[in-house]
């Protein structure tokens, strides 16, 4: 069984910074990617940043410049620094990855963790 824990959501002001991690843990044979997604409020869950690879990143139009996702491989977690945050960012932060486990290859979600942007 894969599972994926977040951590580091909270409250923090206007032109503040954040640290996002998630976990993989499991039987894991490989991860092709991991990602972090976010869903505000009435709106639809939308891409914040990618990672196949060192190489190989996508960011979401709104956080390029401001977020950056990296990824220890040896533990198997990926984390999100968010820079500049805007009370706009304020959403659920959910991670995501696609892994190779003993059951065959999933896409697997984390339970999310807030992140709120106020003064």
């Known amino acids: 069984q894969v599972q994926l824990v977040e951590s580091g959501g909270g409250l923090v002001q206007p032109g503040g910074s954040l640290r996002l991690s998630c976990a993989a843990s499991g039987s894991i044979f490989s991860i092709y990617f991991m990602a972090w997604y976010r869903q505000a409020p009435g709106k639809q869950r939308e891409l914040v940043a990618l990672m196949y690879s060192e190489n190989n990143i996508k960011y979401g139009d709104s956080v390029k410049g401001r977020f950056s996702i990296s990824r220890d491989n040896a533990k198997n977690t990926v984390y999100l620094q968010m820079n500049s945050l805007k009370p706009d960012d304020t959403a659920v932060f959910f991670c995501?990855?696609?892994?190779?486990?003993?059951?065959?290859?999933?896409?697997?979600w984390g339970q999310g963790t807030q992140v709120t942007v106020s003064s």
């Open positions: 995501n990855a696609r892994i190779r486990g003993v059951t065959g290859t999933g896409d697997y």
